[in-house]
């Protein structure tokens, strides 16, 4: 089966630190460009971050920059997001997500890990 | 910076009727790259189109998305009760900020 798995989320104190992790299953992980997407609680979707199936292209939404830092394992089917210095506005459900070769949609989205961000 | 705007934010309709959602950019895009997705409550948002135009993989027919330039349109003929859910557009790293369909 064709799967994104996320884990990794949980509750954060602001200035406080997580690491995302999302494992590829039944596809050939390392020809995928990776993103992950985040969704606040009632709001909407939000793109965070890019990498290339090489590593070595990668960006962030403005938001994030200087903050989290994303990376890939292709040896190992993993894809991580390194969150630092968070803050309550990155509370969200953080989806790990494919991109589709030709058409650069988002056609395989994991089920999300839920960040909470609180003292 | 592009933006995406949909339109209406909540579209009320009933089971068996016609639905058609907007999205706007705010410069022209390229038809090739704007997607559109579907997400129901507690769930994954799911690819429903691509491309402006191709429906995704198991996605039915009643689906339809069409558009081009700055001007784009999702369709959903005959209602069905599963859809009723908040509607997405997307190019690149772009969301519109969504409609919701809800059960008149």
């Known amino acids: 089966e064709v799967l994104l798995v996320e884990s990794g989320g949980g509750l954060v104190k602001p200035g406080g630190s997580l690491r995302l992790s999302c494992g590829a299953f039944?596809?050939?992980?390392?020809?995928?460009?990776i993103n992950w997407v985040r969704q606040a609680p009632g709001k909407g979707l939000e793109w965070v971050s890019s990498?290339?199936?090489?590593?070595?292209?990668?960006y962030y939404t403005d938001s994030v920059k200087g903050r989290f830092t994303i990376s890939r394992d292709n040896t190992q089917n993993l894809v991580y997001m390194q969150m630092n210095s968070l803050r309550g506005e990155d509370t969200a459900v953080y989806y790990c997500v494919r991109e589709d070769v030709i058409t650069k949609s988002f056609g395989l989205w994991g089920q999300g890990s839920l960040v909470t961000v609180s003292a | 910076e592009l933006v995406l705007r949909q339109s209406p934010g909540t579209l009320s309709l009933s089971p068996g009727e016609r639905a058609t959602l907007s999205c706007r950019a705010s410069q022209s895009i390229s038809s090739t790259n704007l997607a559109w997705y579907q997400q129901k409550p507690g769930q994954a948002p799911r690819l429903l189109i691509s491309?402006?135009?191709i429906r995704a993989t198991g996605i039915p027919d009643r689906f339809s998305g069409s558009g081009s330039g700055t001007d784009f349109t999702l369709t959903i003929t005959r209602l069905e009760p599963e859809d009723f859910a908040v509607y997405y557009c997307?190019?690149?790293?772009?969301f519109g900020q969504g409609t919701k369909l809800e059960i008149k």
């Open positions: 990498i290339s199936t090489d590593s070595r292209s990668i």
């Open positions: 997307q190019r690149y790293g772009t």
């Open positions: 491309g402006t135009s």
């Open positions: 039944g596809f050939t992980f390392s020809s995928y460009i």
